[in-house]
């Protein structure tokens, strides 16, 4: 396992972006597969998006799809959410999640699959 670091949190209004990031001190985080989710007031946790290891496949939960885009940098060993168009339900405390994986497996959306977890930050979209 490795240790996750996420970042980029805020306060925002309806409309604007933020960019999330997750990154790690380890080079063997560019054998992970990465997973964004979210946990909002009221809810339960939500898939939100994933990237595979090689970073050539990409899913979205309908919720975002068109609005924000999962990607990584291998160089800098950080994986990426870009967000646009934030609108109050996006409000939650959103985590990055890793497993180490083989080359051609596919991302998933299923949060027991993850065995690493960066601690959280915080997105908050005001109307």
């Known amino acids: 396992q490795v240790q996750l670091v996420d970042s980029g949190g805020g306060l925002v209004q309806a409309g604007d972006s933020l960019r999330l990031s997750c990154a790690s001190s380890?080079?063997?985080?560019?054998?992970?597969?990465v997973a964004w989710f979210r946990h909002g007031p009221g809810k339960d946790r939500e898939f939100v998006a994933a990237?595979?290891?090689?970073?050539?496949?990409?899913l979205y939960a309908d919720s975002v799809k068109g609005r924000f885009t999962i990607s990584r940098d291998k160089d800098k060993m950080t994986v990426y959410l870009q967000m646009n168009n934030l609108q109050p339900d996006d409000t939650a405390m959103y985590s990055c999640?890793?497993?180490?994986?083989?080359?051609?497996?596919?991302?998933?959306?299923?949060?027991?699959?993850?065995?690493?977890w960066g601690q959280g930050t915080q997105v908050t979209v005001s109307s």
């Open positions: 990237i595979s290891r090689s970073g050539g496949v990409m």
């Open positions: 999640a890793g497993v180490r994986t083989i080359l051609t497996a596919q991302p998933n959306r299923d949060p027991s699959s993850y065995n690493s």
């Open positions: 380890r080079r063997l985080f560019n054998d992970y597969a």
